[in-house]
């Protein structure tokens, strides 16, 4: 019995042990490269980084209404209106200078192929 119980439990960790591998694998192979991409994908790479540069440096004042908003449902209405504004100005100069560094870099494949400085690409999308 305690046999059977110890070659399962085996089996299941390396089954389990098996499946994480995969993905990692999976993920590994799924990183873009300038050099296993086509013009067609860079160029969609650059014009992306571009465009999304030049949305965060125009729209990066959002963050303060956003911030505002976001800190009142989590935390009251006390602290939204009065910590949300200053974690909104903190916000807006990150997103601007991401947007600028982003629209001053469009054609450097950087950070990764193109990919966001951080995450969320944009001030409406969620956190």
Same mark, same amino acid.
């Given at each position: 019995?305690? $046999?059977?119980?110890?070659?399962?439990?085996? !089996?299941?960790?390396?089954?389990?042990?098996?499946?994480?591998?995969?993905?990692?694998?999976?993920?590994?192979?799924? !990183?873009?490269?300038?050099?296993?991409?086509?013009?067609?994908?860079?160029?969609?790479?650059?014009?992306?980084?571009?465009?999304?540069?030049?949305?965060?440096?125009?729209?990066?004042?959002?963050?303060?209404?956003?911030?505002? $908003? !976001?800190?009142?449902?989590?935390?009251? $209405?006390?602290?939204?209106?009065?910590?949300?504004?200053?974690?909104? !100005?903190?916000?807006?100069?990150?997103?601007?200078?991401?947007?600028?560094?982003?629209?001053?870099?469009?054609?450097?494949?950087?950070?990764?192929? $193109?990919?966001?400085?951080f995450d969320p690409s944009y001030v409406w999308q969620k956190e």
């Amino acid at each position: 019995m305690v $046999y059977k119980r110890s070659l399962l439990l085996t !089996i299941l960790v390396l089954a389990l042990f098996t499946l994480g591998t995969e993905q990692r694998v999976l993920a590994v192979n799924d !990183i873009k490269s300038i050099d296993d991409s086509s013009p067609q994908e860079v160029v969609d790479g650059m014009a992306n980084k571009l465009a999304r540069g030049v949305a965060n440096v125009a729209t990066g004042w959002l963050e303060i209404p956003k911030q505002i $908003y !976001i800190t009142c449902k989590e935390d009251g $209405y006390a602290k939204g209106l009065t910590v949300g504004p200053l974690k909104g !100005i903190g916000m807006t100069l990150v997103r601007t200078a991401s947007g600028v560094g982003e629209t001053v870099t469009f054609l450097i494949p950087f950070p990764g192929f $193109y990919d966001p400085f951080f995450d969320p690409s944009y001030v409406w999308q969620k956190e």
